[in-house]
């Protein structure tokens, strides 16, 4: 049973830092592409970060390019989003999603998720 359980969200002023994390469970970690995704209400659910299994390789959205970093933490089986100069188009709602198959920020959608922690930016 897959679980992946998200922290980290909180309120931030423009200009501002957060730091997302995702608790896996249930599967072998590092054997698992990862990503964070982001929604806000009425919009669909976009791509934001992806890792590779191995950590080697990595994609973002134009958008937060300079800005996020992911990294993965297989020691600790957690997936890491480093969110620095945020903004408020940054406000959403973040869900950190896991599977065996590669997927990007371009293709793929993956098949495990958390329930999502909400980042807002003032």
């Known amino acids: 049973h897959v679980q992946l359980v998200e922290s980290g969200g909180g309120s931030v002023q423009a200009g501002g830092s957060l730091r997302l994390s995702c608790e896996v469970s249930?599967?072998?970690?590092?054997?698992?592409?990862m990503g964070w995704f982001r929604q806000t209400p009425g919009k669909e659910r976009e791509a934001v970060a992806t890792?590779?299994?191995?950590?080697?390789?990595?994609t973002y959205i134009d958008s937060v390019k300079g800005r996020f970093s992911i990294a993965k933490d297989n020691a600790k089986n957690t997936l890491l989003l480093q969110m620095d100069s945020l903004k408020p188009e940054d406000t959403a709602m973040y869900y950190c999603?896991?599977?065996?198959?590669?997927?990007?920020?371009?293709?793929?959608?993956?098949?495990?998720w958390g329930q999502g922690t909400q980042v807002t930016v003032s």
């Open positions: 999603a896991a599977d065996g198959f590669p997927f990007t920020v371009d293709a793929g959608i993956p098949n495990y």
């Open positions: 249930g599967y072998t970690y590092s054997s698992y592409y």
């Open positions: 890792i590779s299994n191995d950590g080697r390789v990595t």
